[in-house]
């Protein structure tokens, strides 16, 4: 096990391909010029219309179903969107099937993650089936922003045996012509999912319409079953297509695959490019980190500052196939796993830099 600030030596005896520019010091900068996007905030709007969840029938109580409910308090806000606020209490509020957002600017929050949790039946998942606890996918016209906050996302694998493993937690996706842009994930907790905990991905043919500007942050992610050695099917955080994406200070633990995937679709022309990876911790994951461009779809500007990665196999790993992975920055990243860093294939402009 290597437990370090990679130094310059150890650094270079584990590329496998592609060569890395190494700064001895870091600019006060560590995105180093590339196009990475701005913070976004971590509270809706000010001003928006709110809705209380209880007022239209819901009830935690770890057994009604809520979907009618939750639907109906969001088809209440008007026209510019509005926050639906979903009182804490001792048991989940469950649903029979994802609760879908089709609208602009609306906002899910909760009274903590502690308080609030929004849990999948048991029995509804198949070996077929793709279902999100919640998804945001635009219909009839763009969603330029919305979000989830302070909340748990419970996806009930155990209470659904027979099931795929695609089905995310929380799912931001585009589908036709209709971005979806503005997005944002603080003080969640996604947990015991059959795959994914949250997913990033346009389902365009071309790759047009992607996923834009989204933060994820003081977040956590994870199987909080001690009784199983890794708990989700598949990743923690997973971009499938998409730009201007913020993944900062969370936490992943325990999962099956790796903790933060970034990994377009093989099948469609889905790029992704601006991404900041920053001040996460991952614990006890297999993969830490995951970059890799595929047959139709480049990945370009990505950051990884100050995370601390722990994992079984291989803490960062970079991968380029067929279409280019480029300019990749690392910085003062803290790594622990038989393998801290593994490059495969041609990556263009890769660099580490050590404070």
Not at 93 to 102: A, C, E, G, K, N
């Amino acid at each position: 096990m290597i437990r370090e600030k990679i130094a310059l030596s150890a650094f270079a005896a584990l590329l496998l391909a592609s060569p890395v520019q190494i700064i001895a010091d870091c600019p006060p900068n560590p995105a180093l010029g590339l196009a990475l996007p701005a913070l976004h905030p971590a509270t809706p709007p000010a001003g928006l219309m709110q809705a209380d969840a209880t007022a239209f029938g819901t009830v935690g109580d770890g057994v009604q179903d809520n979907l009618d409910a939750l639907t109906q308090a969001v088809n209440s806000l008007p026209p510019e969107g509005g926050i639906v606020r979903i009182p804490g209490g001792p048991h989940p509020y469950v649903l029979r099937s994802p609760l879908r957002i089709r609208r602009t600017n609306v906002f899910l929050i909760g009274d903590g993650a502690r308080r609030t949790t929004l849990k999948l039946q048991d029995g509804i998942l198949t070996p077929r089936s793709i279902r999100p606890v919640i998804e945001f996918v635009p219909e009839r016209a763009a969603i330029l922003a919305g979000g989830v906050f302070d909340l748990t996302i419970d996806g009930n694998r155990r209470g659904n045996p027979e099931h795929s493993e695609f089905n995310p937690g929380l799912q931001f996706r585009t589908e036709g012509d209709h971005p979806l842009r503005g997005m944002a994930v603080a003080r969640v907790r996604i947990q015991n999912t059959a795959g994914d905990n949250l997913t990033i991905r346009s389902n365009a043919a071309n790759g047009a319409e992607l996923v834009e500007d989204v933060t994820i942050r003081d977040s956590v992610f994870e199987d909080p079953n001690e009784s199983t050695a890794f708990g989700n099917a598949r990743q923690g955080v997973a971009v499938i297509g998409g730009k201007n994406i913020r993944i900062l200070k969370n936490r992943f633990r325990r999962m099956s695959a790796a903790a933060i995937d970034l990994e377009p679709n093989p099948n469609r022309v889905q790029p992704i490019a601006g991404v900041l990876i920053q001040e996460n911790r991952i614990e006890t994951a297999v993969e830490g980190v995951f970059v890799t461009s595929n047959l139709k779809s480049p990945v370009c500007d990505v950051a990884l500052v100050r995370n601390h990665v722990s994992a079984r196999e291989t803490a960062i790993r970079l991968r380029q196939q067929g279409a280019e992975l480029m300019n990749i920055v690392l910085v003062s990243n803290q790594l622990s796993a038989p393998v801290p860093l593994r490059i495969l294939g041609q990556v263009v402009n890769v660099t580490q830099c050590v404070r």
